[in-house]
């Protein structure tokens, strides 16, 4: 049986067109490597490279720390972090976390709306 190849750079510019407020997406694997990113054009980004390659591998440690409460409390649907600056999402595929930020004044019915929808782009990740 032949596997689908999946076209990470193209993922990563459907997750930035969806808003206009997007600002960065990212595919990140399990031990925190970076396997796609890209900030959109126009936008500033916050982080060093070195910073942004640290911060992934933080969002896949958190992942398995998170895991300890699965049984218990259910698995993580997203996360949600809102920063002054940033808002910063983090969803989990089975393969790969998703990672994306966007502007902090988007009012939350559209952050979970980019939610779900994100999650459709990325389900076969």
């Given at each position: 049986m032949a596997t689908k190849k999946v076209d990470l750079l193209d993922i990563v510019k459907k997750i930035l067109?969806?808003?206009?407020?997007m600002r960065f997406a990212a595919i990140i694997e399990p031990k925190g490597?970076?396997?796609e990113a890209i900030m959109k054009v126009g936008k500033t980004n916050l982080k060093t490279q070195k910073e942004e390659e640290h911060f992934c591998k933080q969002v896949a440690q958190r992942k398995s720390m998170r895991k300890e409460f699965d049984r218990s409390l259910g698995?993580?649907?997203?996360?949600?972090?809102?920063?002054?600056?940033v808002s910063q999402m983090v969803i989990y595929t089975k393969r790969n976390i998703v990672y994306f930020t966007m502007?902090?004044?988007?009012?939350?019915?559209?952050?979970?709306?980019?939610?779900?929808k994100v999650k459709k782009i990325t389900a076969d990740l």
């Open positions: 067109k969806l808003d206009s407020k490597k970076i396997r698995k993580v649907r997203y996360v949600h972090v809102e920063r002054e600056k502007e902090p004044e988007m009012p939350i019915n559209t952050k979970i709306r980019l939610i779900t």
